[in-house]
């Protein structure tokens, strides 16, 4: 069972499950976190990719750390959100995976996290895996 499982969802390529670049919502460094949230809760995303100016992947930014970065003593320093930039926020640590990562290793990452980066081997930023995408495949492979 579980070689068969396997069999199925190790033939599955990074490339037809992410979403491409162009359908993601995403900023840009330099930006101030004022812009991010506005995207963010435009697009209804928790968290979305930040990008470099040259579309290099650089981090992921949230919601919840860009209202921690304005709470004050007693309210929501909003006024605070166009002097912070999306740098001073992002987290630049995130798991990244190629067009060529096998889908166990992508199992893996989606784990911790709710969305992946794509990117090619100089760093540019190619599109997300979400964990919805995987979770899909590996229900699908159950019931096949
Ligand atoms: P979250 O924003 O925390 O969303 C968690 C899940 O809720 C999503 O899982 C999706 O199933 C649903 N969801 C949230 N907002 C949605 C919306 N506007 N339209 C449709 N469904 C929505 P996943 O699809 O696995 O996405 C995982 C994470 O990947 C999302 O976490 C978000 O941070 C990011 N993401 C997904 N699609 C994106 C896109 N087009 N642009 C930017 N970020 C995206």
Do not use: W
């Not at 959100?81 to 926020?89: F, Q, Y």
């Not at 992946?116 to 599109?127: K, P, Q």
């Amino acid at each position: 069972m579980t070689s068969l499982l396997n069999k199925t969802l190790t033939a599955l390529t990074v490339e037809e499950l992410m979403i491409p670049a162009e359908k993601v919502a995403h900023v840009q460094v330099g930006n101030p976190v004022e812009h991010a949230l506005l995207v963010l809760v435009e697009s209804g995303y928790s968290s979305v990719p930040v990008l470099d100016l040259n579309y290099k992947f650089k981090g992921t930014i949230g919601k919840t750390p860009i209202l921690k970065s304005v709470i004050g003593m007693e309210r929501f320093e909003m006024e605070k959100l166009s002097d912070i930039k999306v740098e001073d926020v992002m987290k630049a640590e995130q798991p990244t995976v190629t067009k060529e990562t096998d889908f166990l290793t992508c199992l893996k990452v989606v784990i911790n996290h709710a969305f992946a980066c794509v990117v090619d081997e100089d760093g540019y930023f190619l599109g997300i895996l979400t964990r919805r995408a995987i979770l899909k495949e590996v229900n699908k492979s159950l019931y096949n």
